[in-house]
Nanobody, 124 residues
Framework: QIQLAESGGGLVQAGDSLRLSCTTS????????MGWFRRAPGKQREFVSA????????EYEDSVKGRFTIARDNVENTVYLQMNSLKPEDTAVYYC?????????????????WGQGTQVTVSS
């Protein structure tokens, strides 16, 4: 079973950048679709981005397109989320998630393994 651990969150100002990392262990990382989700205060967890097993195919939620970039390193067993031009509305707890298999699905219910989350706070 794959284990996930996020890092890289913090407090930044609007317009700044952050890079989140999610290190994994316990299973063959290259067999999993990897995703990033977030939960803002008072809201449900929502999809942010996903990447397929070989790192070629990606998906993004509309509000982050052009600002966020997902990437993975199948040697280091790590997935990244580069976040640029951050906005206050990006404030949330960010979660890394994994889905076993090759089908690229982005719904929260399609990901079965989750990290504990890392807080991102963007001040105006």
């Amino acid at each position: 079973q794959i284990q996930l651990a996020e890092s890289g969150g913090g407090l930044v100002q609007a317009g700044d950048s952050l890079r989140l990392s999610c290190t994994t262990s316990g299973s063959n990382f290259s067999l999993y679709i990897m995703g990033w989700f977030r939960r803002a205060p008072g809201k449900q967890r929502e999809f942010v981005s996903a990447i397929n097993r070989d790192g070629v195919g990606t998906e993004y939620e509309d509000s982050v397109k052009g600002r966020f970039t997902i990437a993975r390193d199948n040697v280091e067993n790590t997935v990244y989320l580069q976040m640029n031009s951050l906005k206050p509305e990006d404030t949330a707890v960010y979660y890394c998630a994994a889905r076993f298999g090759s089908q690229m699905l982005t719904g929260t219910n399609n990901f079965y393994y989750w990290g504990q989350g890392t807080q991102v706070t963007v001040s105006s």
